[in-house]
């Protein structure tokens, strides 16, 4: 099976602007998991999706939000970019159903200048 | 979820087993000891995970004091592709499985030739 791919791998935009993060999970994976990586932090939870419905979400503010379509692929946009979402976003996925391990993709290195 | 300490970084020689220690003093029954790693710049790998008896797979072994207060995770016979930042979490699984990852600030391994 194909790992979980996520694009674009880099990235570079400008305080202010927006940006849509994407992922595709291992065939038959239903849920589908957002993280953040800066070296401050470390990895922070963002949101999970499991059939389209958000099941579970980070502490993070409402300009971050995501989506996932019915092919399970998922989306996560942030809005009103600042520096500090300078990071590494993670996407990892699940069967979603019974399921101990999340398998995460290379992730998109963002740089808000 | 309970909190996790890890020491912030070991060294271990090639060949020989690595034993990475995790103290989750506040663990409550329901919940799950987990064990992550990631090399430089890619996504988190699942290892081992277990709630109070000792496990074992292909890649490693997690011993669960009988009070479960704290962990261990073996490497049996490391190599030099074992040098990662090893996280140890606590969690809960639901129905579902595995929803929500906390990653604390982890162990740096190295292995040293």
């Known amino acids: 099976k194909a790992g979980v791919t996520q694009t674009p791998r880099y990235l570079i935009k400008t305080r202010g602007q927006q940006v849509t993060l994407s992922c595709s999970p291992i065939?038959?994976?239903?849920?589908v998991s957002w993280y953040q990586q800066t070296p401050g932090q470390g990895l922070q939870f963002l949101f999970e999706y499991f059939s389209e419905t958000q099941r579970n979400k980070g502490n993070f503010p409402g300009r971050f939000s995501g989506r996932q379509f019915s092919n399970s692929r998922s989306e996560m946009n942030v809005s009103t970019l600042e520096l500090g979402d300078s990071a590494l976003y993670l996407c990892a996925s699940s069967p979603g159903q019974l399921s101990y391990e999340q398998y995460f993709g290379p992730g998109t290195r963002l740089t808000v200048t | 979820d309970a909190k996790t300490t890890q020491p912030p970084s070991m060294d271990c020689a090639e060949g020989r087993a690595a034993n990475l220690p995790c103290n989750h003093s506040?663990?409550?029954?329901?919940?799950?000891v987990y064990w992550y790693r990631q090399i430089h710049s890619q996504g988190p790998q699942y290892i081992i995970h277990?709630?109070?008896n000792n496990e074992t797979n292909e890649m490693a072994s997690l011993i669960i004091t009988e009070d479960r207060k704290s962990s261990t995770l073996i490497l049996p016979h490391a190599t030099l592709r074992d040098t990662a930042v090893y996280y140890c979490m606590i969690t809960t699984i639901s129905n579902f499985g595995n929803e929500k990852l906390t990653f604390g600030t982890g162990t740096r391994l190295t292995i040293i030739p």
């Open positions: 065939s038959g994976h239903r849920s």
């Open positions: 277990g709630l109070k």
């Open positions: 506040t663990i409550s029954g329901n919940e799950y």
